[in-house]
């Protein structure tokens, strides 16, 4: 379960990575032409998609890392992580993946009770 756990944390965290590039360059491109609101929309809370296009990839790939040593933090991390992608970006086609791992490896770092065989 710790290596599942750590596994799909891994994955998670990366894909989020990939989601939060693109938020952060999405609020810079705001910042640097701020017509682009008027066509787009623009964003309620700019200053929460940047802090955390950064905080929630990096809590899942550390959740990920201690997954095996550490599983209850790990498990915190990994769900705190999870959370905070769903409330900042919404369920969606791009972010439905790393909430989905992320909350999957949470759950399974909890629930493990004793250190995988090795």
């Known amino acids: 379960m710790r290596n599942a756990a750590l596994t799909l944390g891994l994955i998670g965290g990366l894909w989020g990575m990939l989601v939060g590039f693109f938020s952060f360059g999405y609020t810079d491109l705001l910042i640097r032409y701020p017509e682009l609101a008027d066509i787009t929309g623009g964003v309620a809370n700019m200053a929460l998609i940047r802090t955390m296009s950064l905080l929630a990839p990096v809590l899942a790939i550390a959740g990920a890392a201690m997954a095996r040593s550490v599983n209850l933090v790990a ?8 959370t905070g992608m769903y409330f900042t970006f919404g369920f969606g086609v791009f972010t439905m ?3 989905a791992m992320c909350a999957l490896a949470g759950v399974l770092a909890l629930a493990a009770r004793q250190p995988d065989p090795h």
Not at 75 to 82: E, H, T, W
């Open 75 to 82: 498990g915190v991390l990994l769900l705190v992580s999870a």
């Open 97 to 99: 993946f790393p909430i």
